[in-house]
């Protein structure tokens, strides 16, 4: 069964940093586009970035430069490491892994920036 799960989610002050985490199972992971989405209350979903098998990125134009997408190929993780974050950044964060037909999105984790 493909799976992804998010961690790393919480409460974090204005300026400060997180890391979240991705762990997949089920597919092999080298061969996938994976992705960081976020949806805040009231707004759709956005991109915030994505990272594909030659280790190529993408970013939201709201987070380049502040947020850096990595991937562990031998750990199956893809992980996103947020630095400077502003109010705005609330919203729960999605991991997604994308190849081919195969969509499959985790079921968030919360991250909450305090002004």
């Known amino acids: 069964q493909v799976q992804v799960r998010e961690s790393g989610g919480g409460l974090v002050q204005a300026g400060g940093s997180l890391r979240l985490s991705c762990a997949a199972s089920?597919?092999?992971?080298?061969?996938?586009?994976m992705g960081w989405y976020r949806q805040a209350p009231g707004k759709q979903r956005e991109l915030v970035a994505t990272i594909d098998s030659a280790g190529s990125t993408n970013y939201g134009g709201s987070v380049r430069g502040r947020f850096t997408i990595s991937r562990d190929n031998g750990e199956n993780t893809v992980y996103l490491q947020m630095n400077s974050l502003k109010p705005e950044d609330t919203a729960v964060y999605y991991c997604n892994a994308n190849r081919y037909s195969v969509d499959v999105w985790g079921q968030g984790t919360q991250v909450t920036v305090s002004s």
């Open positions: 089920g597919i092999t992971f080298s061969r996938y586009l």
